[in-house]
């Protein structure tokens, strides 16, 4: 039982390239979350999946697409990317949709864009 | 949105001291949780505490919902329970949006 996983853990961009950060759980878990992680500061929410087939925004998805590919799988893509984007990038799951489920969160992705 | 406030913001203590982390939350909340940031920027689950009191070894924690804060004890502190300790919540109207704190910065010197 890995939980929670992520690829890649490092990668580095130049300005204006593509990338999809990819995440997937073995819980069971119906719901999935994007989060980034800024320095000296706690994380937020970037785009999020209440359960497979549904995706929604965040408090910051400008830059960003997502996609949940089945229940296990909810990936993040950068289509261009910019030094801003330059961040931790946390994805977690939740057995239950809505405020109300414990999140559990991956190993992280390092990701710098020059 | 609701607003998740921790103190102190940095923590400094000996090896075997206790200490006290508060976080306290300006709306009704459906839960609550505690989570340690280890050196390697890992996020741990510590607790899942939205009302009352739990204890995991050394670490518990208490929420009281009512008043809007949540408390977390660290008894005997280890130089492993160095790193940052967030707590996050989200509105009970807000689909899975975790807030988290800002975090409180741990270090413990041996």
């Known amino acids: 039982n890995a939980g929670v996983t992520q690829t890649p853990k490092f990668q580095v961009l130049k300005t204006g390239q593509s990338m999809t950060l990819q995440c997937a759980q073995d819980?069971?878990?119906?719901?999935m979350y994007w989060y980034r992680q800024d320095p000296g500061m706690g994380l937020r929410l970037i785009y999020y999946?209440?359960?497979?087939?549904?995706?929604d925004k965040g408090e910051v998805p400008n830059g960003y697409n997502v996609s949940r590919l089945n229940k296990r799988e909810f990936s993040l893509r950068l289509e261009s990317a910019a030094p801003s984007q330059t961040s931790v990038y946390f994805c977690?799951?939740?057995?239950?949709?809505?405020?109300?489920?414990?999140?559990?969160f991956g190993p992280g992705t390092r990701l710098t864009v020059l | 949105g609701i607003q998740v406030e921790q103190s102190p913001p940095d923590l400094i203590l000996q090896e075997g001291a206790n200490s006290t982390l508060r976080c306290n939350f300006s709306d009704s909340v459906n839960n609550l949780q505690w989570f340690h940031q280890n050196p390697w920027g890992q996020l741990i689950n510590l607790f899942y505490?939205?009302?009352g009191t739990k204890q995991n070894g050394r670490l518990s924690a208490t929420t009281v919902a009512t008043e809007r804060y949540s408390l977390l004890y660290i008894s005997s502190s280890q130089t492993t329970d160095s790193g940052v300790y967030f707590c996050a919540a989200p509105p009970t109207d807000s689909w899975g949006k975790l807030q988290f704190g800002a975090g409180t910065q741990v270090v413990v010197t041996p």
């Open positions: 505490i939205p009302s």
């Open positions: 977690a799951s939740s057995s239950l949709a809505g405020a109300g489920g414990e999140q559990f």
């Open positions: 819980m069971n878990h119906n719901s």
């Open positions: 999946s209440a359960s497979e087939g549904t995706t």
